[in-house]
């Protein structure tokens, strides 16, 4: 996430692809990680549409804005939005990768299988 951000505060932008302000450690030191379940409604392209996802944060920054074409996928019971994307491009505060949970990986996978489908068309028009 903070790769990806437009915004992370003090320093520069690294990559700067997303639309997104973050703030870095933003829940504490590693001593304060915490494990929730998330409602994510953009998962029921990948699963069943009412399960929550068991989110895992460790040293974890937040999204304190998002600009436009930036889609807010999940957010904390006090508002505090974790997760987002903009277009192929896919944020989380948590760690979908500690959970055997797979729907975060496979709303990656489809995002990029519909960018390459998108950018052969182009190719061909």
């Known amino acids: ?3 990806l951000a437009k915004d992370i505060g003090d ?5 700067g692809v997303m639309d997104i302000k973050v703030s870095r450690n933003a829940f504490g030191r ?4 915490f494990e929730t379940e998330l409602a994510v409604p ?6 069943p549409p009412d399960t929550p996802f ?3 944060f460790i040293r974890a920054p937040l999204i304190e804005t998002v600009g436009p074409g ?11 939005i974790v997760a987002a994307r903009a277009g192929n491009v896919l944020a989380t505060s948590f760690h979908p990768e500690l959970t055997t949970d797979l729907r975060f990986h496979q709303l990656f996978l489809g995002g990029i299988e519909i960018e ?9 028009a």
């Open 11 to 15: 320093e520069p932008p690294h990559l």
């Open 1 to 3: 996430m903070i790769l």
């Open 116 to 124: 390459r489908g998108r950018l052969c068309r182009q190719s061909f």
């Open 70 to 80: 930036v889609e807010v996928l999940a957010r904390l019971a006090d508002g505090t």
């Open 54 to 56: 068991h989110a895992v």
């Open 42 to 47: 953009a998962l029921a392209e990948a699963g």
């Open 30 to 33: 590693q001593t304060a990680s």
